[in-house]
């Protein structure tokens, strides 16, 4: 029992411990916190991502936002709920966020937004089959952690860049006798960017990129590119090193109903265990409310 939780241990200490994600470009406010109130309008977004499909105990994220701008004043508002299970773990959180915006020209913009919330982390030793009877393993494991992330989001009207650091209060995690006391949630640290250029009323591309990085773990980049047609329909492929290549498509129904989708070719030697990822994002944009 005791290397089991110290390897439990070791992997939260390690490894990336936020959920992936294809979409983040559809959704960008799930990531950083200053996205909220950049647009004029509120909008609701779900995603859901069903990870390593075929493979025992895979990772399933869902994930529901609301956020908006706040009429008076150049400020933003919004929430999020998530829950993450992969096996005998899961991961549920509440967060509520707020984003301050400076008007530095006509064209370009500063957005600073913080976000507070609550997370549990449940492990449930039911699930765990182990080779010996240990009375432990008849019992769940509960953790209610505080948490803040932190980001910067810099805009114009054809091009963004952010900063956020996730994890600002290094929340311990506590599992079972875990005797190395490393069990904490560690800062991430994404930079993003994007720009969209048209190439006519029809036609019109979209790069971008996040960089991401979690110490020890190494380095992490997706590059995308999305090519629209009358901002309505939208279709690209992704690539995130040490782990996949992936297919987007999406479609706008009368600038209110967001559709999108993705699905991940795992390229990692997990590939041969799994038939890819699947993601998808539902979302509703409300009338403006601000001019």
Known sequence: MLTFLCGIAGFVSRAQQNPLSTQFM?????????????????????????????????????????????????????????????????????????????????????SMGLNLGIMQYKIDFTKIDMEFTDPLMNSKENYYLPDANLGFYFYSTSYYAGIVVTHLMNSRIRIGTDPTGSSKLKSHFY??????????????????????????????????????????????????????????????????????????????????????SHELMLGYRFNDIKD
């Not at 991502?49 to 895979?58: C, E, P, Y």
């Not at 956020?67 to 508002?77: Q, S």
């Open 26 to 110: 559809t959704n960008p406010f799930i990531l950083n916190p200053a996205v909220a109130g950049t647009q004029n309008y509120f909008q609701v977004m779900s995603n859901h991502r069903f990870q390593w499909v075929g493979f025992t105990d895979a990772p399933i994220t869902n994930s529901l936002s609301v956020f908006g701008p706040v009429v008076k004043y150049p400020m933003g508002w919004g929430a999020t709920i998530a829950y993450d299970v992969t096996g005998p773990v899961s991961m549920g959180s509440v967060h509520g966020s707020y984003a301050y915006i400076l008007n530095l020209n006509d064209n370009m913009n500063l």
């Open 191 to 276: 930079l993003t960017g994007g720009y969209k250029y048209y190439f006519n009323r029809d036609w019109s591309v979209e790069p971008n990129l996040v960089l991401k990085k979690v110490w020890p773990a190494p380095f992490q980049l997706d590059v995308n590119a999305r090519v629209w047609y009358q901002n309505m329909i939208w279709g690209g492929i992704s690539y995130r090193t040490q782990e996949a290549i992936s297919i987007l498509l999406g479609y706008i129904w009368d600038r209110k109903i967001y559709i999108g989708y993705s699905y991940d070719l795992v390229l990692n030697p997990l590939g041969a265990h799994n038939l890819g």
